[in-house]
Structures are given as C-alpha cells and as structure tokens.
C-alpha cells in the first residue's frame, strides 16, 4: 500500500524526472541552502539525521517520485548517494556474495559464493559519483584515497578487504577501480567438504590427524581456490584443551570460538589482528604478533597467509621449533609451494637456496594444493608429503590427488568438470615415527600407510 505522501503528493501535470535528475536537484538544494546547517550543527549522527530529514521534505515538496518506490524508499536512496555507499551497500551486505568488483563507474560484477561472476545493473552516475562513494566507504576505516595516494587497501568491519585504485592509475573517464573481498564466517563442516566433493573422508581424517599430533601444514592455491576454508575447518579441528592462537592481517576471517549454552568458551582459542601504521616504529605485522605469540605458549598458531619475506622465514622457524602451525601462501602447484616460500625469504634474507628449501621442506612436512575448477567448484586437487631437498631436487611423496577426467558444457553453457579423488600412496617412516612419538594410536595411523612402498618423486 503507498503511503499518503505517494498518494496525494504526485502531481499528474508534472514533468516525470529520471531517478539521476532528482538527485542532481536535491544534491544541489542541501548544498545551497543547509550546508552550513550540516557542517556546523551537532555530531556526525546528529548531521546525518538531517540531511534526511532535508532530504524528505524537499522531494515531498517538490513532488518527486519514481516508479516501484515509495517516498520512503526515494529519501534513503537518494541519502545513500548523497552521503552512504549508494547501491555497495546491499551488494556487500548480501549473503551469498563473496566479492564485489567495479571495473569502471558503469561497470560492476559480483563473485558469488559458488564462485559464479554476475554483472549487476546498478552503476554509479558518472565517474566522480564512483570516487566520491568509494572515499566515504574508506572514510569509514580511516583511509584516504587522492592524487598524491592514489592506491589503497583497507579494511571494513572485521571480514571485509578493500582495494581502490583511482586516476592516475586508472583513467580519468574509469572513474575508480576497486575490488571488496566478503569474507563470511560460517562454519564449514566435514559433511560440507566432502558432499561438495572437495575431499574425500580419509583425506581430511589425515589432515586433522596432522595438526592433532604435531605435523605442520601448508594451504597452497590461488585467490578464490578454497585456501581460508580449508584453514577455517582444519584449526576448528583443533582438540578444545589444545591452545589455538590466529594470526591475522587486518579483518578476521576465523570464528573459531565454541560456546555452551549459556555463551562460555569451551575451548582455548585467541583471534589476533595486524595493525598497520604510518610510522614504522608503530607498526605490528604478523612478524611482530609472531613473535609475541610464541612466548603464549600456543600448541597450534594459525598464520592466515605467508605474504612477506618476514613472515615466511620466522613462521617456519616457529614450526621447526616444535609449534604446530597451518598457513596459506598463493602457490600453482604443490611442488612449486616449497620454491615459493623459498623466493618469499630470498626477498629479505641473503641464504642459499638449498638452505632456505630445507628450512622450508622440514618446516612444513604436508603441502595441501586447492584449486578452483571452471564449473566453481573448489578442490583440493593433491595432498603432498615433502621429504628432502638435495643437489637442487626436491623428493616428495604424493599421498592424495584429484584427477579431472572430463570438462563438459551443456545446452545452456553451463560447465560440469568430471574427476575423482585417488589415493596415491603412504606417509614415510620418519613422518609415521614422527606422528606416534606425538600420540597418534597405531591403528588411526594404519589407514595412512601405504599398501606397499611408495616411490619418491622429484621436483623442481
């Protein structure tokens, strides 16, 4: 039912505005008539409040209206281009929606969370209007995009990541190029993971079985291939009297905390956030927190991603040094995640390279490939056990893979990517000794070994 404003408000003579119009024109009375009002009166709440109010009496004066919405609607809409997000809001906000992406002011797509990319219909008005709603949207953690800093990335809430890029980096007639990343804390069972065919029951009974009795473990994979979910379920496989500690980079994306009914903590967890400063002095990055870290006496340390020289050399020192610790690095291939670690520490640190790869083999005896296939769905595509690194070769053992038999397409377009899980051989003896010296039963360890004696592989 319309309210009396849609009712009796609309005159039947008058010339039919466009939605653009309207806020043109109501853009322009507040700024000539109560900018003083809104920067002078009150706190940022208060302002808000009436520029809404503002906002509402004008286009009932005027009698403005838009089809399919009411009054009501028109106001906060025009308010949310005005002085909000305009239409991010409820693309960020949506469920369902893992990244909203704005290539150009009149071109926006969103990522859903079955890794399908939509175009939306909503587009800002001009290029200025992208810039101007993207400031106010990094306004709101403190960051600051112009000429002299023209490339930025934030922080919104405590699961959401933003990238901007504006001119000169772009082009002038782009407006903005940004790219907001949702990550949703939602629990990820076991059932989930292996209903939606990303691994198979023994494959993820061997990686809890991991961090459950001392074995490191690497996620390997590209943005969007599955790396926080994996890591999300396997640090909530975390026994409840093992004491869990996160370490993360500026928004959480782990929600690990268990609760009784009455809301106490049943298990021993502690979520920690980097926080990045102007003056390097003040800044604490995953190295900082590390370090902090390992005098709480922590039985598992969740890195959330291995990103500078830093952290990939002082985070395998803590697994070397007796911590369980699960990580994600951006890696193409399982073998190829060892060499990688390798070239993150060479940025910083003047070491060999057979020397750093041994760091990095011993630190992180499972490497744990995820990728994601062209219909959406999200693998974890080998399970690799690194043994040594000699004479510039790595040896390797693959103990799980995932084989792609066929790609098909359908009338509609739609993809169907066809494969299955195969168990490719055992763990070693000094893994196995490894695990029983840490309290693995011999007969949880059984299903782990190989019918016979697998081969070493080398790699690059």
């Not at 869990?244 to 009455?262: A, M, P, Q």
């Not at 699960?326 to 910083?348: F, G, Q």
């Not at 296939?373 to 690194?386: F, N, P």
Request: with cysteine; hydrophobic share 35%; charged share 25%.
């Amino acid at each position: 039912m319309q309210s009396l404003n849609d009712m009796f408000f609309t005159s039947a003579g008058q010339e039919v505005l466009t939605y653009d119009q309207i806020l043109e024109d109501v853009q322009k009375y507040c700024t000539m008539k109560h900018a003083d009002k809104l920067t002078t009166e009150g706190s940022q709440e208060e302002a808000r409040m009436l520029l809404k109010e503002f906002v509402l009496q004008y286009i009932i004066s005027k009698s403005y209206h838009i089809d399919g919405m009411t009054t009501e609607e028109l106001k906060d809409s025009l308010f949310e281009d005005m002085a909000g997000i305009s239409f991010l809001k409820k693309w960020i906000y949506k469920p369902g929606i893992e990244e909203v992406n704005i290539n150009a002011f009149d071109d926006i797509e969103v990522i859903m969370s079955g890794g399908r990319s939509m175009k939306i219909p909503d587009r800002f008005q001009s290029p200025q209007h992208a810039v101007d709603v993207t400031r106010r949207l990094l306004n709101t953690c403190g960051m600051v995009i112009d000429d002299t800093m023209p490339s930025v990335i934030g922080f919104l809430d405590k699961n959401i990541r933003i990238s901007v890029d504006k001119t000169p980096i772009v082009d002038a007639e782009v407006g903005i190029n940004a790219s907001i990343r949702i990550v949703n804390q939602q629990s990820v069972s076991k059932e989930k993971l292996i209903d939606s065919g990303s691994a198979t029951e023994e494959m993820l009974d061997f990686l809890t079985c991991c961090i459950r009795y001392g074995v490191s473990v690497c996620i390997a994979g590209s943005t969007g291939s599955g790396k926080t979910t994996v890591m999300s379920w396997l640090l909530s496989m975390v026994p409840d009297n093992r004491r869990l500690i996160t370490i993360e980079e500026g928004s959480r994306e782990f929600d690990l905390i268990k609760r009784d009914e009455n809301g106490h903590a049943i298990n021993s967890v502690v979520h920690l956030l980097t926080r990045p400063h102007e003056n390097p002095a003040l800044d604490i990055d995953q190295d900082v927190l590390l370090e902090r870290v390992l005098r709480k006496h922590p039985d598992v340390i969740g890195v959330g991603e291995m990103r500078s020289a830093k952290e990939a050399l002082s985070v395998a020192e803590s697994s070397r040094t007796g911590h369980t610790v699960v990580t994600t690095i951006h890696s193409n291939s399982s073998e190829s995640t060892y060499r990688r670690m390798m070239t993150l520490a060479k940025r910083k640190y003047n070491m060999a390279d057979d020397i750093l790869m041994q760091i990095m083999v011993e630190a992180y005896p499972i490497v744990v490939f995820t990728k994601q296939l062209e219909d959406g769905s999200r693998k974890i595509m080998q399970i690799i056990e690194g043994e040594d690194y000699r004479n510039g070769k790595l040896y390797y053992r693959p103990l799980y893979q995932y084989d792609v038999e066929d790609n098909r397409t359908d009338g509609n377009g739609k993809i169907t990517v066809l494969g299955s899980h195969q168990k490719l051989g055992g763990i070693s003896e000094p893994l196995k000794k490894r695990m029983l010296d840490n309290g693995i039963p011999a007969g949880k360890l059984k299903r782990f070994l190989a019918q016979e004696t697998a081969g070493r592989k080398g790699g690059a």
